[in-house]
């Protein structure tokens, strides 16, 4: 699977949820998330965990730029019966990275997740993740992405090109 992504801090979150609010479809949805990033040789793996118990295993790789950029990923679904096996072999295996835990506010406008989060120990921060259709290239993308930076009143210099264990290590 293919998105543009960019990331960038908020500086006044309030006036950041009414704009999502307003271009979203949908209403918008809270959900709690515990990410358990493992070492790898390769782009990201992190093991989501919800609060349901359930959990998504998630590999994705980007370039830490900041700015619209492809993002590739895939993703599985684990029901909540082998998290823990799934977590603690990869454990054993790969060793952990870190962890990121947040509250994501989640809006959809048209072919764009609208992320606004707050990361424990980070602040708050949103992500547009534009979700490239098969026969979308990547401008495309892009172009979508640009123009919800400026609806959204995303400034360059809020953007930022790491993930957020990137930026937790770099505290520590």
């Known amino acids: 699977m293919r998105n543009i992504e960019i990331k960038a801090v ?3 979150i309030e006036h950041t949820i009414s704009k999502a609010t307003e271009l979203s479809d949908t209403a918008q949805t809270e959900i709690k998330q515990h990410d ?15 609060k349901d118990g359930t959990a998504e295993l998630i590999l994705y790789k980007r370039p830490d730029v900041s700015g619209p950029k492809l993002s590739t990923y895939d993703k599985v ?8 096996s799934i977590g603690s072999i990869l454990t054993q ?6 962890v990121v835990k947040k509250t ?3 809006f959809i406008a048209g072919q764009t997740r609208i992320h606004i989060d707050k990361v424990d120990g980070l602040g708050n921060f949103i ?4 979700v490239l259709k098969e026969d979308q290239d990547i401008i495309t993308g892009q172009k979508i992405a640009d123009d919800l930076m400026q609806t959204l009143f ?3 210099d809020d953007l930022i090109a790491e993930a957020y264990i990137d930026l937790l290590k770099s505290k520590t």
């Open 127 to 130: 992500e547009l993740e534009v």
């Open 36 to 50: 358990i990033f493992f070492k790898t040789k390769e782009g990201r793996l992190k093991l989501r965990k919800f």
């Open 104 to 106: 994501r506010l989640l």
């Open 10 to 12: 908020i500086r006044d």
């Open 93 to 98: 295996s790969n060793g952990i990275l870190g």
């Open 154 to 156: 995303i400034k360059k």
């Open 77 to 84: 679904s684990l029901n909540s019966d082998i998290v823990e």
